[in-house]
């Protein structure tokens, strides 16, 4: 249990590096935008406000989850990085379509006003810098496990492919086609509209118990490879945090010995931990021929 708390703290480093760039990188983008006159980063600069936002749910879901166990929470306060991530892709989705609105009304109140190609240079310096810190975020989350900093790595990357279309609309606003700058937000919405999507589907999914069923098939098939195992009869498995919450019912030969039964559970959590990273596992040991 101390790993997952020292994993949270790091997932936790890697929001609130989100949060500072977000801060700076907004404050550059809006203030630019309207400087250049371009709609297309502007809509990046709001999307990067309200990431200010999701990046403080993210950091506080993290600090929640951190509470060790207690009366109420026998399991801990794990889930809270779940529901952060939830939060989070709830604002997206809510800045994508303000977005999207914006862009449409830009579009419709069309005025023939091209952004300085300034604009264009600030998004593409925004993309690599968010586009680095995506790297670095994926790549943590990846290694602690972490639903919350996926999330937020999820949403660096798309804030990363938005200011490169940005730039790319502001661009051929340049070349006799102003129209593309206002298109570019609307696509911009579309993208944070999809992507908070994508979170908000995985975070729904874990919060109520779901579980990749290909996943729990390799499970089996592990624990079949135990000689003691018989065979697996119920296997269930939740996400909890960035734990896996597994019950299984195995089948054993009924002379064992109670000891040696023990033994064999330990084993199938002993396979369970080194191939799936599942740390807290509950085994029913049955008789064969029951």
């Not at 207690?70 to 779940?82: C, F, I, P």
Request: charged share 20%; net charge neutral; hydrophobic share 45%.
């Amino acid at each position: 249990m101390e790993e997952n708390y020292k994993n949270l703290k790091i997932a936790q480093r890697g929001a609130s590096i989100s949060l500072i760039v977000y801060i700076i990188l907004s404050a550059l983008k809006l203030f630019m935008g309207y400087l250049t006159h371009s709609k297309a980063l502007t809509a990046d600069g709001l999307n990067n406000s309200t990431d200010i936002i999701s990046s403080l749910a993210i950091i506080i879901g993290l600090k929640i989850a951190r509470k060790p166990a207690d009366e109420d929470h026998s399991y801990g306060h794990l889930r809270a990085e779940t529901i952060a991530a939830l939060v989070a892709a709830i604002i997206m989705i809510a800045v994508g379509i303000d977005v999207i609105y914006n862009g449409i009304y830009s579009a419709v109140f069309f005025k023939a006003k091209a952004p300085e190609i300034t604009s264009a240079v600030i998004a593409v310096i925004c993309a690599a810098i968010i586009y680095f810190v995506y790297v670095y975020n994926k790549k943590t989350a990846i290694k602690i496990n972490s639903q919350a900093l996926m999330a937020a790595a999820k949403d660096n990357l798309s804030d990363a492919l938005v200011s490169i279309g940005a730039a790319v609309g502001i661009i051929a606003s340049q070349f006799g086609y102003p129209w593309i700058d206002p298109a570019a937000s609307i696509i911009v919405g579309i993208i944070i509209c999809k992507t908070g999507y994508e979170i908000f589907k995985e975070s729904v999914h874990n919060l109520t118990d779901g579980f990749d069923r290909n996943k729990l098939d390799e499970m089996v098939k592990s624990i079949n490879s135990i000689k003691e195992v018989k065979k697996v009869r119920d296997i269930k498995a939740r996400v909890h945090g960035n734990n896996i919450l597994t019950d299984i019912v195995i089948a054993v030969d009924p002379r064992l010995t109670v000891g040696e039964s023990h033994k064999t559970t330990e084993q199938v959590e002993m396979v369970l931990k080194r191939d799936f990273n599942v740390r807290h596992v509950i085994v029913h040991v049955e008789p064969e021929d029951r």
